[in-house]
């Protein structure tokens, strides 16, 4: 017989009350509300993606695998099961896993209590540049400052294409693989505030 939502929660509730956890408002208020709603963690109240997304998956996993929570489907069970919250170093960059990456996802994180998009540079003050990454040593997140005059040399003539292969040997751009310093950025300046130059430097 199938279990109502109703008995799902209170199943749940007391799986949850009868642990560890003296107090179910020990977990998050993410967490709480999945429960009290009875509504799937396969469809988050954060949206996938962000950091809360990350953090609340992470969460749940976390109270299903010592026995706490009941899945409502199979595909909740198989996420809950995958290493989905969890990252990884690949390639150089820290990954979320189990998570599809398509194009045009961004990420969002927090930083110093505002939420930022990672690796989305944004055009600052004084012909200066921003873009917050994470650190992948650490898992924090923080804001890469960096400029360059690389806008002046998006175009066509030879001056200009002379102008990018200048700049690009004298700061070794090809080498350049450390989102988290600013000469990765700064020696792909052309890419996100001009035209797409494939291999500029």
């Avoid at 962000?50 to 609340?56: D, G, V």
């Avoid at 820290?94 to 990672?118: C, M, R, T």
């Avoid at 923080?142 to 001056?159: I, Q």
């Avoid at 040997?169 to 350049?176: F, Q, S």
Wanted: charged share 30%; glycine share 10%.
């Amino acid at each position: 017989m199938k279990l109502t939502k109703e008995t799902l929660r209170l199943l749940i509730k007391e799986e949850l009350l009868n642990s560890g956890l003296n107090d179910i408002n020990t977990l998050s208020e993410g967490v709480r509300w999945h429960i009290n709603e009875s509504v799937s963690f396969e469809n988050a109240v954060f949206r996938a993606g962000t950091e809360k997304y990350f953090n609340l998956i992470k969460e749940a996993r976390s109270i299903y695998a010592r026995g706490l929570y009941i899945p409502q489907t199979q595909f909740e069970k198989d996420m809950l099961e995958s290493d989905l919250g969890d990252w990884a170093q690949h390639e150089g960059k820290l990954v979320p896993l189990d998570f599809p990456l398509q194009e045009g996802v961004i990420f969002e994180a927090k930083y110093k209590g505002k939420n930022v998009e990672l690796g989305s540079p944004k055009r600052g003050s004084g012909g200066k540049a921003y873009v917050y990454v994470r650190d992948p040593k650490t898992g924090n997140v923080k804001k890469v400052t960096f400029g360059s005059s690389m806008p002046d040399a998006m175009g066509d003539s030879d001056t200009a294409r002379k102008r990018r292969k200048s700049f690009g040997d004298r700061h070794n751009c090809a080498d350049k693989k450390d989102r988290t310093k600013p000469g990765y950025w700064a020696c792909r300046s052309t890419k996100f505030f001009g035209r797409n130059i494939s291999g500029w430097w």
